[in-house]
């Protein structure tokens, strides 16, 4: 059976850092490509970043761009997520998800497994 669970979600001021972890169990993360998302309130669940399954090459919505920065640790079979510099327009629910020997994508329909979903609250 396949779990991803999120941790590291909080309530943060604009400006602080937050490091999300995704740890994965049955599946091995480093034979797929890994994706964070995110879903406000009232609004669609949107792209974030994500790692292609080889770990070279890693993709970033333009709003998050030099900002944040995904990760894995194969040995921990866990991804990550850095954020620095955190808005409130950052603020939603962060959703870890994975795409079985992909190269990373920022549709939410080439994904296979997503977790339950950490929640980040980031006040101005």
């Known amino acids: 059976q396949v779990q991803l669970v999120e941790s590291g979600g909080g309530l943060v001021q604009a400006g602080d850092s937050l490091r999300l972890s995704c740890a994965a169990s049955?599946?091995?993360?480093?034979?797929?490509?890994m994706g964070w998302f995110r879903q406000a309130p009232e609004k669609e669940r949107e792209f974030v970043a994500a790692i292609s399954w080889s770990g070279g090459s890693t993709y970033y919505a333009p709003s998050v761009k030099d900002r944040f920065t995904i990760s894995r640790d194969n040995a921990k079979n866990t991804v990550y997520l850095r954020m620095n510099s955190l808005k409130p327009e950052d603020t939603a629910d962060y959703y870890c998800?994975?795409?079985?020997?992909?190269?990373?994508?920022?549709?939410?329909?080439?994904?296979?497994?997503w977790g339950q979903g950490t929640v980040v609250t980031v006040s101005s």
């Open positions: 998800t994975s795409q079985p020997y992909g190269s990373g994508s920022a549709s939410p329909n080439a994904y296979q497994y």
């Open positions: 049955g599946l091995t993360v480093s034979r797929y490509a």
